[in-house]
């Protein structure tokens, strides 16, 4: 018969058994050699995330590339009197020539290959039979899976000549995106990016969506962390190099309420206001931030 052995553990809020008087996990817990624990480790256990190394990073950025090089050429192709589901099928066809694969495909029973969200539809719509018009805004958002890696980018296009409120939601939807990206750098937080782009939006006049958010990306299409586009300065996460994540800011016209239509995707604004949406996948680096899905503008 034998006892087994009880390692005691140190709780990580417990005091410091070096006696500084201060909690364990801000005194001794890291400095023993063997237990030292990795950023990777913590953020891991800490809020789920899963920090990307540079092969990881490598593989997320040419799937960035393949999506910004179809975004170009739907947008090279789009002209008043097309139908929503060509934009699909284009997308579809160049996703697979180029060996990936459309994550919209089928995620949660999703049933086509990207979403084409016309005027007051923030963000989800089901491409169809719907004919473009002149004046019409329209965002298409891709997310392409590539040897196993997801990038996920989106625009709003104009549909011929716009009028002033569709140049005004673009617009503003734009420079929200840049600015919630220029925050990111280590050191910042998921709060900085949501104020970023909740200060500026709303300053217009404008109203940002609550109840989607940008997230984690690149091994999955949705992983932690969620990023909000509104929020309060240096609340949440602290970015660290290595995490990646989109910024997807919704922005609309009206007021921020939502309705989902019976189809159980499409999202649209309760008050119908335009709504315009831009996404990017970001990665943090050491001194700030690089784009994986680096449209121009
Ligand atoms: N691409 C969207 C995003 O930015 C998600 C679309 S889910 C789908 O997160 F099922 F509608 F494709
Ligand atoms: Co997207
Ligand atoms: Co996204």
């Given amino acids: 018969m034998y006892q087994k052995s009880k390692k005691i553990k140190i709780g990580r809020n417990d005091p410091c ?12 817990m890291n400095k023993d050699g063997n237990s ?5 480790e913590k953020y891991f256990r800490d809020y789920n995330i899963r920090l990307k190394n540079p092969k990881d990073i490598e593989k997320i950025r040419n799937a960035g590339a393949l999506v ?33 694969v459309p994550a919209p495909l089928h995620y949660h029973g999703f049933p086509k290959s990207v979403c084409v969200s016309v005027n007051e539809v923030i963000c989800h719509g089901i491409p169809d039979e719907l004919v473009l018009q002149e004046g019409d805004i329209v965002n ?45 750098c280590p050191g910042n937080t998921i709060g900085d990016i949501g104020w970023a782009i909740q200060s500026y939006a709303e300053a217009q006049g404008c109203s940002v969506v609550r109840e989607f958010v940008g997230h984690g990306v690149g091994f ?10 509104y929020g309060r300065k240096g609340k949440g996460v602290k970015l660290v190099p290595g995490m990646v994540f989109t910024i997807e800011p919704m922005v609309n016209l009206g007021k921020k309420d939502l309705r989902i239509l019976s189809d159980g995707w499409t999202v649209v ?28 503008h």
């Fill in 17 to 28: 058994p070096c006696g500084s008087g201060l909690k364990y996990k801000k005194c001794c």
């Fill in 36 to 40: 030292a624990e990795t950023l990777q």
């Fill in 68 to 100: 910004v090089d179809t975004l170009n050429m739907v947008a090279d192709k789009l002209h008043p009197g097309m139908k929503t589901d060509e934009i699909n099928t284009l997308v579809h066809e160049y996703t697979i020539a180029n060996n990936a």
């Fill in 140 to 184: 298409v958002d891709i997310t392409s899976i590539l040897e196993g890696y997801y990038a996920d980018a989106s625009r709003t296009f104009f549909v011929g000549t716009p009028g002033p409120e569709a140049v005004k939601i673009v617009n503003v939807a734009l420079e929200s995106i840049k600015r919630g990206i220029k925050t990111v």
């Fill in 220 to 229: 999955d299409f949705h992983e932690p962390p969620q990023v909000p586009h």
């Fill in 269 to 296: 604004t309760r008050d119908k206001s335009l709504s315009a949406q831009f996404e990017q996948t970001i990665l943090v680096t050491d001194d700030g931030y690089e784009s994986l899905t680096p449209w121009v």
